[in-house]
């Protein structure tokens, strides 16, 4: 057993805080950024870090693409 388990009562168990991604397909994306979607289809081509293909269809990760319009107009 666990040092957690054992111990349960007197001590509390450290968990650590799990963050998941936000992942949308290229409609939703569109949606909320207000971007056009052959755009966004465009910006996950030639940035694959952003997104992934699945069979057609791309599904972009919100934070990485945020991430990337940041660095994109800051610099």
């Keep these: 057993m666990s040092e957690c388990m054992l111990n349960r009562q007197t001590a509390g168990c450290v968990v ?16 909320i950024m207000k ?7 465009r910006v996950c081509r ?15 990760n919100l934070g990485k693409l945020a991430a990337y319009y940041n660095n994109k107009l800051g610099a």
Excluded: H, M, T
Excluded at 46 to 57: C, L, R, T
């Design 46 to 60: 030639e940035n694959p870090d952003i997104a992934f293909q699945s069979g057609v269809k791309w599904y972009i």
């Design 16 to 31: 650590e805080k799990i963050v998941l991604p936000q992942i949308v397909s290229i409609k939703q994306a569109s949606e």
């Design 35 to 41: 971007l056009p979607p052959y755009y966004l289809r």
